[in-house]
Structure formats: structure tokens, C-alpha cells
């Protein structure tokens, strides 16, 4: 990893080398956390958490090849080299800073309430044509998944597509502290948090404050058909992009034409030209983010022929909106996370579907004290679909079902209290050649659903 040596990586973090002098001008070939996947070569962080402290495992995890540890706890004179610091945590965050600087490549970095992980795939598509491009993983987006993202960045590549995801005010500081991206994308400012952030305002407040690190020669990317992102006037003097549906933008898209599960297709308007695009993933929200991987593709020099091929290259990823054909059911497996306006985004969707729609709806997180109004909005917007039959699941979710019946009191509507009474009548409820959404809030562990589902 470039300079990364153990006396720069203790400069780094501000922490005390300990160890053999001849190995202080070692690089580390990886930095890792987890400490049941040891590298060889590598730098084990151990981490404290709730339950366990993986100082504990320092001894086993040396025993393997690998080349340092850092450690909160002075552990005497060893026969590995170790770096003592007062924070992992912060030591790590530290050194993600300081590998990014080595490198020296641009950083876009994108963050939103609603369709990071899908814009952040979109816009990765898209770069790939032109650029060696790394991007986050899964959902390594907070502030120890970013800096175990940075680190898997090697001199090779050329650019990166960096998540950036919080939940309280101060942590996307952190981050774009970290990351100090050249490029920010904003997708909306909608409902998620509230719990923390207490309002739109509040989220705006606290998803802008990716703008502290931005390149001074940097660009902002955001949703012009977004009422609160619209407000952005300038960011450190320069004037945003904006992108959106409506043509008031400077990117924008008509011709919105849905093709079933297949995807959705447009024409994308820029000042270099316009084009026809199918994007291979359905929901009109994709529109959208075809619209920012247009807005990043332009800005980092690629032909619009390059951006329409990166948009049709798409591929989705699990739990977002991957639509998985089974034999038996059409499953869409979009259960990694859930919000009302993403729940309605994903009814929408399914309403093209083929066969009996079945839509299979969890409890939605952190919504703060509108939790219970928001989930029977969601129920009333079911209720409103053309759908065949709606199957809600967790505490929260029974004033979904409440205000579904209310609304359409001779829809097909159940409700089960947990995802395991679910499991245990879902092959009496559902028939060959069903469509059926599986979404919800990450922790109600709706995979298992999309598993039994599968093998079913």
C-alpha cells in the first residue's frame, strides 16, 4: 500500500511505533479489522465493541504472518512490532486519510435520505467505462465501513465512488474529512433519521456538511427536482448541477417509459446532446440515478455513447431490487433497507409486474416520532395499488394493515406479528407464478424471506 510503512502509518494516526527498528520502513499490504480473515503482511486494528474486544484476539491474530497491530493497550515488549494509539476507531480514520493523500486520485462522494447504494452503483457503472474504478461495498459507509473502503484502494485505480452515510449531526463531517471528495452527489433530502435529525432541515443540515471537505476545484452534483436541495445556491463559490426530471435542469429526462420488470426506459437532455437509454433495473427512481451517472460521467470527460453504455451495464446488487426468478415465484428482493417514500417507489414498480402481485412489506426504522403516521401512509398508498395481495409483517406494520383495510376494505390483507409466523403460512398464502416485493428496514432480516423464497 503506497507509503504506507509502519513509521508512517504511527505518524499518521499520532500513535508510538513499538518494535524492531529495521522494520519500521515495512509497508503493510492491507489493513483489516475482522480478525477471523488475517493477512498476511497486513495490519490488524482491533476494535472494542458492545460485547467484544478483539485486543483479545492480538496474540492469535500475530501468530498468522501478519506484519503489525495497532493497540489501545500497552502490551510490553513483544516480538511483533505494534503501534500504540489512545483510539483504533479514530487511529484508522487517521489513515484513511493519510493512504487517500498517497494516492491522489478523485474521489467522488455520494451521499442522500433515499438511493445512495443505487446511485452510488449507477455511477460506478457508468465511470468503469472510461476509468479503473473502486467502490463502496455492501454497506461499508460509516465511519469504520469508509476508511475499510479506502484501504482496499490500490495505486491501479484510477478513481473512486465513495458511500457516505449518517445518521446524526457531525458524522458526515467526519467523513468528508476523511474521504474530501472532489466530486459530492446529493440524491434527496427525504425522511430517513428523523429520530436524530428531527426534520428535512435537520437532514439537509447534516447531509451538507459534505461540502467541508470539498475540493476547492471540485463539483456538486445534485437533485434539482428536490425542494430543499434546489436551495443550494453555490458551494464555496461554484454553482451546483443540477439534475431532475424537469427540464429547469441543467440534466434532465422525458420519454419515461416503464417496461415491466425489464426496466425503465428515458431520454436524457444535456448541453452535449441527448440519448435514448434503457436502464436495466425498473422504477422510476432509476430514472434518477441514470440522470446522476450522467451528471459524474460528463464531469470526468466520458462521450455520451460511454455514459448510455455504463447506464445499460447495470447490475443489481442484492436487496436492491434484485429481481430474482425462482421457477416457482418472481421474487424482487429489495429488503436491505426501507423509508415511505422507498416503499412507494418499490409499489409502484411491482404494479408493472406480470402474474398476482404480492407485496410483502416490514416494519421501516428510525422515523423518529411520525413513525406510526408513516406507516399508515404507506398502508393507504398499498391499499390505493392494483395489488393482489398485501402481506405485512412486525409491531409497527399493524397500522399499515389498519389503514389498508380501512381504505380498501375488501383487499386481501394479513398481518403477522413476526417474521417466523410469516415463514410458517407464506407457502399456503402464495401460487405458482406470483410476483412478490420483499421489503423492509434492514433489521427486520428480510433476506431470510428472500432465501425460503428461493428454494421454494
Same mark, same amino acid.
Given at each position: 500500500m503506497k507509503n504506507l510503512t509502519l513509521e508512517h502509518i504511527a505518524?499518521?494516526?499520532?500513535? &508510538?511505533?513499538?518494535? +524492531?527498528?529495521?522494520?519500521k520502513q515495512l509497508e503493510v499490504k492491507s489493513i483489516?479489522?475482522?480478525?477471523?480473515?488475517?493477512?498476511?503482511?497486513?495490519?490488524?486494528? +482491533?476494535i472494542k465493541g458492545a460485547r467484544?474486544?478483539?485486543?483479545?484476539f492480538i496474540e492469535d491474530v500475530m501468530e498468522e504472518g501478519v506484519l503489525a497491530t495497532l493497540s489501545e493497550k500497552d502490551l510490553g515488549e513483544k516480538p511483533f512490532p505494534y503501534i500504540l494509539v489512545k483510539s483504533s476507531l479514530q487511529a484508522v480514520k487517521d489513515i484513511a486519510e493519510y493512504y487517500l493523500k498517497q494516492l491522489n486520485i478523485p474521489v467522488v462522494g455520494i451521499t442522500g435520505s433515499v438511493g445512495?447504494?443505487?446511485?452510488?452503483?449507477m455511477i460506478a457503472a457508468v465511470l468503469s467505462k472510461k476509468y479503473n474504478t473502486l467502490k463502496t461495498q455492501g454497506n461499508f459507509n460509516n465511519e469504520l465501513g469508509l476508511p475499510l473502503t479506502i484501504f482496499r484502494l490500490r495505486q491501479e485505480h484510477e478513481i473512486a465512488v465513495l458511500e457516505m452515510g449518517i445518521s446524526d449531526f457531525g458524522e458526515m463531517h467526519r467523513l468528508a474529512k476523511i474521504a474530501r471528495p472532489d466530486t459530492c452527489v446529493i440524491t434527496n433530502i427525504g425522511?430517513?433519521?428523523l429520530e436524530f435529525l428531527k426534520s428535512r432541515d435537520g437532514i439537509l443540515k447534516a447531509k451538507t456538511e459534505i461540502f467541508d471537505f470539498l475540493n476547492p476545484t471540485g463539483h456538486t452534483i445534485l437533485n434539482g427536482d428536490d425542494d430543499k436541495l434546489v436551495t443550494v445556491e453555490n458551494v464555496k463559490g461554484v454553482k451546483p448541477i443540477f439534475f431532475g426530471i424537469e427540464n429547469k435542469n441543467d440534466i434532465w429526462a422525458d420519454e419515461i417509459k416503464p417496461e415491466g420488470l425489464k426496466g425503465i426506459s428515458c431520454c436524457i437532455h444535456t448541453e452535449k446532446g441527448s440519448f435514448p437509454v434503457l436502464i436495466p433495473i425498473p422504477g422510476h427512481h432509476m430514472v434518477y440515478n441514470a440522470l446522476a451517472g450522467t451528471a459524474v460521467g460528463l464531469t470526468y470527460g466520458l462521450s455520451l455513447e460511454e455514459i448510455k453504455a455504463g447506464i445499460e451495464s447495470l447490475q443489481p446488487v442484492s436487496g436492491r431490487f434484485h429481481i430474482i426468478d425462482t421457477g416457482k415465484y418472481t421474487v424482487v428482493d429489495d429488503c436491505y433497507n426501507a423509508n415511505p417514500?422507498?416503499?412507494?417507489?418499490?409499489?409502484?414498480?411491482?404494479?408493472?409486474?406480470?402474474?398476482?402481485?404480492?407485496? &410483502?412489506?416490514?416494519?421501516?426504522? #428510525?422515523?423518529?416520532? #411520525?413513525?406510526? #403516521?408513516?406507516h399508515r401512509e404507506v398502508g393507504v398508498y398499498a391499499a390505493s395499488k392494483n395489488l393482489d395481495l398485501l402481506i405485512c409483517v412486525g409491531e409497527l406494520s399493524q397500522y399499515m394493515v389498519e389503514a389498508a383495510k380501512h381504505a380498501a376494505p375488501t383487499k386481501h390483507i394479513f398481518h403477522f406479528k413476526t417474521k417466523e409466523e410469516l415463514l410458517q403460512e407464506l407457502p399456503q398464502i402464495l401460487q405458482k407464478g406470483d410476483t412478490v416485493l420483499v421489503k423492509a428496514s434492514h433489521f427486520m432480516g428480510f433476506e431470510d424471506v428472500v432465501k425460503v423464497l428461493e428454494k421454494e
Open positions: 505518524e499518521a494516526c499520532q500513535g &508510538i511505533y513499538i518494535g +524492531p527498528e529495521e522494520k483489516f479489522t475482522d480478525s477471523r480473515k488475517t493477512e498476511e503482511g497486513g495490519l490488524f486494528v +482491533p467484544v474486544d478483539a485486543h483479545d445512495k447504494t443505487s446511485t452510488k452503483e425522511l430517513c433519521h417514500v422507498s416503499m412507494k417507489a418499490s409499489l409502484d414498480v411491482l404494479t408493472d409486474a406480470l402474474g398476482r402481485k404480492v407485496a &410483502i412489506l416490514g416494519d421501516m426504522g #428510525e422515523l423518529g416520532k #411520525e413513525e406510526v #403516521e408513516m
